[in-house]
């Protein structure tokens, strides 16, 4: 029975990305040759100094008589829930094929140091070793340091679009001789950017993104019906917009009030989305079942924002009875669409499966 396993993490999934190695990368030559790659590769990347660091201690543990096997994991580009997924399942591979019950965590800094409790949950943690390059303390060396940081894609969406995103509003604002206005909206583009940052919404739109890409370049329907659903949305943020001008909402009236003026356009729009999505998926003979439940979903979550939102706005006009009556209406309705949604797709999935 083996003791110890050595566990290298890679959460980005750049073994994956820059030299096409998926993980579980086990033992030591593959694990030598994977990191001899990706030097070749990018020398920059960090991984390569993390997966040398593994193999270090490989040797050492080696020489001193334990048994012990080491092992890279990677995840995905896509940090967060899908690349701790896949992170998940190659521990769970690893489990099954090992019977080790102790681990040595070796990581390249604290982004990668998130997967601990994954880890944890499966061995026993002896030690975490975090391979730090070590720099030169100069001014150069610090100004490289920041220009390649700024070259990553994933820092440089995070901090150049809010920037140019600002700049331009307040470009636009002073072009159109409403300078005071250019605080009013950066205040309120910036509030939207936090809390997109802080629910964790920009991987909605990243999905979006690279959905549209795929469906463009493989000829399917669901790109017509994205981009239509696109404009939707901007429709729907302009109808919301102007409620709030025209009517002159104050406070958190406003939020209301948008939601109110806007939410069947989102509605239409994640509709228009599904439709384009269950045309590609039956055209290539997918099991569709799954994507059944997503239109009664949304319905359902659009008829609870309107009839709340209504309730408000009728309660702020003193017309509380109407209020009740139309909060009451649409939680039953709402209930009941999602009923008919889990219904539906529980048959759709039986037949199926009946099929197969």
């Not at 340091?145 to 331009?168: H, Q």
Request: net charge negative; aromatic share 10%; charged share 20%.
């Amino acid at each position: 029975m083996m003791h110890t396993l050595i566990i290298c993490i890679d959460r980005d999934d750049d073994l994956g990305y820059k030299v096409g190695i998926k993980g579980p990368v086990i033992g030591r030559a593959a694990n030598m040759d994977a990191a001899t790659q990706l030097a070749l590769h990018d020398p920059e990347d960090a991984d390569i100094n993390t997966i040398f660091g593994a193999i270090q201690i490989y040797d050492k543990l080696k020489a001193e008589g334990v048994d012990v096997e080491l092992v890279s994991i990677a995840g995905d580009q896509d940090i967060g829930i899908k690349s701790d997924t896949v992170i998940a399942d190659q521990l769970d591979e690893i489990s099954e094929k090992y019977d080790a019950k102790n681990a040595i965590v070796v990581t390249d800094g604290a982004e990668d140091e998130f997967v601990l409790p994954i880890i944890e949950s499966r061995f026993k943690i002896d030690s975490v070793r975090r391979v730090i390059v070590k720099q030169s303390q100069n001014l150069e060396s610090t100004y490289y340091i920041i220009k390649e940081l700024l070259s990553d894609p994933k820092v440089s969406r995070t901090f150049f679009i809010p920037i140019g995103l600002a700049c331009l509003i307040y470009a636009i604002s002073v072009f159109a001789g409403y300078p005071q206005g250019a605080i009013i909206a950066i205040m309120a583009f910036v509030g939207i950017y936090m809390l997109f940052r802080g629910f964790g919404l920009e991987n909605v739109i990243e999905d979006f993104t690279e959905n549209l890409k795929r469906s463009f370049y493989g000829g399917k329907i669901s790109f017509v019906t994205y981009i239509t659903a696109a404009i939707l949305v901007f429709i729907g943020i302009i109808q919301g917009l102007a409620r709030c001008w025209v009517l002159e909402a104050q406070g958190l009236l406003i939020i209301v009030m948008f939601i109110n003026a806007s939410v069947w356009w989102f509605v239409a729009s994640g509709l228009l989305s599904w439709i384009g999505k269950i045309i590609d998926a039956y055209l290539s003979k997918e099991r569709v079942w799954r994507y059944w439940v997503l239109p009664f979903f949304l319905s359902a979550t659009g008829v609870i924002l309107w009839g709340g939102t209504t309730c408000v706005l009728l309660l702020n006009e003193g017309l509380r009875p109407d209020a009740i009556q139309y909060l009451m209406l649409s939680i039953v309705g709402a209930v009941l669409i999602a009923f008919i949604g889990v219904g539906l797709s529980t048959y759709i999935r039986r037949l199926e499966s009946g099929q197969s």
